[in-house]
Nanobody
């Protein structure tokens, strides 16, 4: 059973930066796709970015430029760097994980379909103007 714990959220002023972390445990052997999603009050969940064990990344169009997804060497901790934060970035940010077949390039499809089996509880990001 994969467990995901997010951290790194907080209250920041517009223009600042944050690095969110998603620490995973309980992985079975194999490749995983990890995604970051966010949900603002009163809005639906929105995909931000995804990364596969082999380092391949996928970004939502709206996330290109200010958001960077990365992972540690073991692939058990996934990061989301957010620069030049804006008030509209205020949301609960959650990470997710899905086992994928290595080399099958399935992470993008999993991400855009939000088809993840494992989800974390989220970390709140609040940006003030």
């Amino acid at each position: 059973q994969v467990q995901l714990v997010e951290s790194g959220g907080g209250s920041v002023q517009a223009g600042g930066s944050l690095r969110l972390s998603c620490a995973g445990s309980g992985y079975a052997y194999g490749s995983y796709c990890h995604g970051w999603f966010r949900q603002a009050p009163g809005k639906g969940r929105e995909g931000v970015a995804a990364i596969e064990t082999d380092g391949t990344t996928t970004y939502a169009e709206s996330a290109k430029g200010r958001f960077t997804i990365s992972q540690d060497h073991a692939g058990n901790t996934v990061y989301l760097q957010i620069n030049n934060l804006k008030p509209e970035d205020t949301a609960m940010y959650s990470c997710a994980a899905e086992p994928v077949l290595y080399g099958a390039n399935r992470c993008a499809a999993v991400f855009f379909g939000a088809d993840f089996e494992y989800w974390g509880q989220g970390t709140q990001v609040t940006v003030s103007s």
